[in-house]
T-cell receptor
Framework: GAVVSQHPSRVICKSGTSVKIECRSL??????MFWYRQFPKQSLMLMAT?????????EQGVEKDKFLINHASLTLSTLTVTSAHPEDSSFYICSASGTLAGGPTDTQYFGPGTRLTVL | QKEVEQNSGPLSVPEGAIASLNCTYSDRGSQSFFWYRQYSGKSPELIMFIYSNGDKEDGRFTAQLNKASQYVSLLIRDSQPSDSATYLC???????????FGAGTILRVKS
């Protein structure tokens, strides 16, 4: 149980384009999803928290107009990086928490991540 | 003071030994505690969670929690080279499901 998928796993795009990343909980209802970014050899950095049907809550310093998050259902959240630039190149990872039989509701299960390269 | 502190390592142990990973946290109101393992280039995967003081065992892994000392640890028995990874300690301070992560400890198990 507790499988989270992410698509695409890797994307290369040109500067100025937008990229959408999907995060899906496959076998449980994700009431809350999280988006992280991780640069090489650095810690996870939480970007935003989203609850199904609500606006995302962004961490300080994260531009909400640049990183658009939608959590339209209990199994799907999307992150859109708008007008991407080379400095946005990073490893983007989503996680999900929710109701999973036998487990605590605050446990986060991570997707496999999306490696974004902006040329 | 960081909210969740871990020794960055690397912690090197020989194969078959016990690896001991430590984590301290600053918020006494923290309610739940997690250990994740992250291999290089991959996303974190959950190893264990613990809520109550004491020990919790799962296979070769034992999580230990001492809320009075604000300390949580992870013991890995019979360490294997495949255990070589970065281990992340995470704490739920009680504000929704948001976790605060430590920077991680690099573990190297040498055969």
């Amino acid at each position: 149980g507790a499988v989270v998928s992410q698509h695409p796993s890797r994307v290369i795009c040109k500067s100025g384009t937008s990229v959408k990343i999907e995060c899906r909980s496959l076998d449980f209802q994700a009431t809350t999803m999280f988006w992280y970014r991780q640069f090489p050899k650095q810690s996870l950095m939480l970007m935003a928290t989203s609850n199904e049907g609500s606006k995302a809550t962004y961490e300080q310093g994260v531009e909400k107009d640049k990183f658009l998050i939608n959590h339209a259902s209990l199994t799907l959240s999307t992150l859109t990086v708008t007008s991407a630039h080379p400095e946005d190149s990073s490893f983007y990872i989503c996680s999900a928490s929710g109701t999973l039989a036998g487990g605590p509701t605050d446990t986060q299960y991570f997707g496999p991540g999306t490696r974004l390269t902006v040329l | 003071q960081k909210e969740v502190e871990q020794n960055s390592g690397p912690l090197s142990v020989p194969e078959g030994a016990i690896a001991s990973l430590n984590c301290t946290y600053s918020d006494r109101g923290s309610q739940s505690f997690f250990w994740y393992r992250q291999y290089s280039g991959k996303s974190p995967e959950l190893i264990m969670f613990i809520y109550s003081n004491g020990d919790k065992e799962d296979g070769r892994f034992t999580a230990q929690l001492n809320k009075a000392s604000q300390y949580v640890s992870l013991l890995i028995r019979d360490s294997q080279p495949s255990d070589s990874a970065t281990y992340l300690c995470a704490v739920n301070r009680g504000y929704g499901n948001k976790l605060v992560f430590g920077a991680g400890t690099i573990l190297r198990v040498k055969s």
